[in-house]
């Protein structure tokens, strides 16, 4: 048992060690710091959305729909000739389901965690005002 729970804690470790070079070695390291200030997302799910996005600059700031994801219900109910707005925007598949999986940490109250504040340390005041705005909903 105490191999296992040895071997258990090395991965961990490996674990903890690839996301700390992975959230500084991305190009997009900038991006990733600040998306990791938001709560349900941490280095993996903003590497992620800085993959499947890219330019972020191609999106409307003034229309945060078109990131929005879409409800099966409402698309159910859509003209097969109409496509979804998000796909005007390319295919954001993976982005949406990123979003949705961050989504669900939403559903309590806000509040900042140890896990938020170690994130959100060392960050400039107003991407952290951002996003307390954002997580006070």
């Given amino acids: 048992m105490a191999d296992y729970l040895h071997a258990h804690d090395v991965l961990i470790a490996r674990r903890d060690q690839v996301e700390a070079e992975l959230a500084t070695s991305v190009p997009c390291a900038h991006t990733v710091a600040r998306l990791r200030c938001l709560r349900g997302i941490d280095t993996l799910t903003a ?16 229309r945060p729909a078109l990131l929005l994801p879409r409800d099966r219900a409402l698309r159910a109910h859509q003209r097969r000739a109409a496509p979804a707005r998000v796909d005007h925007q390319g295919r954001l598949t993976y982005a949406r389901r990123l979003l949705v999986e961050a989504s669900w940490h939403y559903r309590r109250g806000p509040a900042v ?10 960050q400039a005041p107003e991407i952290i005002n951002i996003s307390w705005k954002r997580n006070a909903g």
């Fill in 47 to 62: 590497v992620g959305l800085c993959a499947e996005i890219g330019e972020w600059e191609r999106f409307d700031p003034s």
């Fill in 113 to 122: 965690g140890e896990a938020l504040e170690r994130r959100q340390r060392g």
